[in-house]
């Protein structure tokens, strides 16, 4: 085996499994990106996967692999700093075993991230929630799942992850009712439910009758839900609750837009960031300060505690004829 070979295999099963024990996603996500890369470079080399070695995958070769993921098979620039970051951990260990490789490595560790706009997030408001919530069929076993589920979802902002994850004995629903969930980075934390939530979910794991280690949402076959049948259900009530509520048209909503609804609902409601922070399992409060960006209303709010009341609105103009020059250039 050549010495790409070994180090790649020891990066995965010393560094991510044993040293760092990541999250099966995360060891998925970097399986993925380097087969990519392997597979790229050995068209590039013509060589079989291998028989590559490290000098190999040089600056050169990983900056044409990162310009084909977006070129060839149309990934965006979060999809594509992604890639790089698995790839520059690779590198970062493979430094550690090959000093030898130092130069190479270090200028494929320079390869900078892409930049990117940063779009508002998208939330639905009150009234969407409620359409979307009215849309499944309750009168059915898959309706009454789908109604719970998305009940839960829009009210505590778990990861779609999170929600299959989900098993009975973790919805406690008496004082001090909450759900239980382990979430992105290995972190446990609870999230308190609201009363009507608490009957909805009472009334599903009477129905569920499920052992407490088995899964909270299920298919009819009795298995876990997948998060491709999430956003896949979830379109389905889209376009049903879009008739009743039109503005719902104009939205992409996905799993992950009902936990930005939670986290608005919490910041319109005068919640600090910080404890919206805790509720979404945020590694750092910094990344909760989108929703205040997205926020017209508190905007809205700050303005006009900032305008005197007594001020007429309009434009200044100088009196001054020189000034007045100066101002309409």
Known sequence: MTALAITLQAFFTDRLVRQRQVSPNTLAAYRDTLRLLLVFAADKKGKEPFRLEIDDLDAPLIGAFLDD?????????????????????????????????????????????????????????????????????????????DHALFSLAAQTGLRASELIGLHCADAHLGAGAHVSCRGKGRKERITPLTSGVVVTLRGWLTERAGQPEAPLFVTCSGKALSRDALEHRLAKYMQIASKACPTLTQKSVTM???RHSAAMRL??????????????????????????????????????????????????????????FLEAL
């Not at 970051?85 to 970062?92: E, G, K, N, Q, T």
């Open 69 to 145: 993921l977006q070129e060839r098979r149309k990934n965006g620039a979060r999809t594509r700093n992604a890639r790089l970051a698995a790839i520059r951990s690779l590198f970062r260990y493979a430094a550690l075993r090959h000093p030898d490789r130092s130069a190479l490595i270090e200028r494929v560790l320079a390869i900078p991230p892409k930049r990117f706009d940063r779009r508002l997030v998208t939330f639905l408001t009150e009234p969407e929630i409620a359409a979307l919530l009215a849309a499944p069929d309750t009168t059915t076993w898959t309706g009454r799942r």
């Open 256 to 258: 992950h837009v009902l």
């Open 267 to 324: 910041l319109q409601a005068g919640v600090d960031t910080s404890v919206i922070a805790l509720w979404l399992g945020h590694e750092s409060v910094e990344t909760t300060q989108i929703y205040l960006h997205a926020d017209l209303t508190i905007k809205e709010r700050a303005l006009a505690r900032t305008t005197p009341a007594d001020t007429k609105p309009g434009r200044f103009h100088p009196t001054d004829k020189l000034l007045a």
